[in-house]
Nanobody, 132 residues
Framework: QVQVAESGGGLVQEGGSLRLSCTAS????????VGWFRQAPGKEREGVSC????????YIKEAVEGRFTISRDNVKNTVYLQMNSLRPDDTAVYYC?????????????????????????WGQGTQVTVSS
């Protein structure tokens, strides 16, 4: 059974940092491009950042560029989202999603309204709350 799981969320003050982790069982995460998404109350789920299998190609949403960094450790079967200088508008449930591809350098899309539809495997999400 395939399971994707996020961890590392929590409550942090504005300007603080969190590091989210995405792990998986039942699949080798290194075989997948991975995306981080978030969904704030009353809003659509949106892509934040995504990374190739190799880990050397990434996409980052403009609103978080310079504050968030995506990375991965395929030996540990884990993808990370380092979030610095957090703001109240970063408050959301953060999801990790995996997209299978044979292309080691392909970055699966995580921008645009249809991005959520291409990922077959999703975690349950982890809450990030940033207080002002």
């Amino acid at each position: 059974q395939v399971q994707v799981a996020e961890s590392g969320g929590g409550l942090v003050q504005e300007g603080g940092s969190l590091r989210l982790s995405c792990t998986a069982s039942g699949l080798t995460l290194g075989d997948f491009g991975v995306g981080w998404f978030r969904q704030a109350p009353g809003k659509e789920r949106e892509g934040v950042s995504c990374i190739s299998r190799a880990g050397d190609r990434t996409y980052i949403k403009e609103a978080v560029e310079g504050r968030f960094t995506i990375s991965r450790d395929n030996v540990k079967n884990t993808v990370y989202l380092q979030m610095n200088s957090l703001r109240p508008d970063d408050t959301a449930v953060y999801y990790c999603a995996a997209y299978g591809t044979s292309d080691y350098w392909y970055v699966p899309t995580c921008s645009g309204p249809d991005a959520v539809n291409i990922y077959p495997y999703w975690g349950q999400g982890t809450q990030v709350t940033v207080s002002s």
